[in-house]
Structure formats: structure tokens, C-alpha cells
């Protein structure tokens, strides 16, 4: 049995749940969140609490099960408390600002890069190395955190660029005069 998928889903006081066949919306403080499951894993919704269960013990139910369970999950952490990734600008000269909602990266290149933020994302700037960016759609939250660093990479030498809050970068030795 999935570990994972054995656990309830506490609903917290605020966030409503409908389903309709296979299609989940929960609705929270923070917004609304819509998603479609496999109609093979059965969803039941308690008063306070999400229980997911599966048919049999095959593979494919097997699998379901923890991934629905956390799909689930993240919804309702997302309506509740939202998500955020933190990127961190590195570099002599690399700057970050906002324009409106959009947000403006000088890094190196002989223009500054502009980036809009996708439908549900926020981004925000604090000082001018750390970039947030927020929003209630965990997969979506983490997809514009990676366009965003798609920008400028980090470089092994000098570690120049755009990285995650944390992220370790594997600095390599440069090469040495014979």
C-alpha cells in the first residue's frame, strides 16, 4: 500500500471541495484550483479531511494513488498558503527590477531581458538579487521559476548568474598557465 497515498488530507477551515466525476475544484482564501484525475482512484470528501483509495493492488493503481493523493495535496496547500521559489542574481552588474507586473533582468547581455508573468504568477524583487515569485499553482510557481533562470544559468567558473535559493553550484578549477 502507497505510504503517501494511505494519508488523509486535512482540510483546513475555508476550503471547499466539489467533485463532478473525476474533476476536483477546490476553492480556498487564495483562489480556486480546477484538475481532472483518473476516474480509477476513488476520492472521497470527509467533512474536514480528502481520502484517496485505489481498486487493486496492480501497478498502475499503485502508481495512481500517491501521485493523486499529492496533486490533491498541493491544491489545497496552494489555496490555503500559496507557493513561492526564491531565486538569487549573482554577478558584477546583474541586475533585477520590476516594470509594472513585468520583470526586467540586466545579466550580461547588451539588453535587458523583460518577462511577463504568466497567468496566476506574481513576481516580485527584493533589492536588486533576489527575485520571488509566487503564486497558487505549485507545477505553474515552479515552471516560471525555471524560465526565469533560463535567462543566464549559472556558470561553473565565477558562479555568475541566476540560481535557486539554496541551489549548490559545483564550482570547476580554471585552467592553469604551464
Known sequence: MSRIGKLPIPLSSGVR??????????????GVLEASFSPEINIAIGAD???????S?????????????????????????????????EGTGYRASMQ?????LAVGYSHPVSIAP??????????????????????????AAADVRKVRKVEPYKGKGLRYEGEYVNRKESKKGA
Open 118 to 143: 504568466p497567468e496566476g504568477i506574481t513576481f516580485s524583487v527584493e533589492g536588486t538579487q533576489t527575485i520571488r515569485i509566487a503564486g497558487i499553482n505549485k507545477q505553474a510557481v515552479g515552471q
Open 17 to 30: 471541495c466539489e467533485l463532478a466525476g473525476s474533476n476536483l475544484k477546490v476553492t480556498g482564501p487564495k
Open 100 to 104: 509594472g507586473a513585468n520583470l526586467n
Open 57 to 89: 493492488d496492480k501497478g498502475p493503481h499503485r502508481a495512481l494513488h500517491g501521485l493523486t493523493r499529492a496533486l490533491i495535496n498541493n491544491m489545497v496547500v496552494g489555496v490555503t498558503q500559496g507557493f513561492q521559489k526564491t531565486l538569487l542574481l
Open 49 to 55: 479531511e480528502i481520502v484517496i483509495s485505489r481498486p
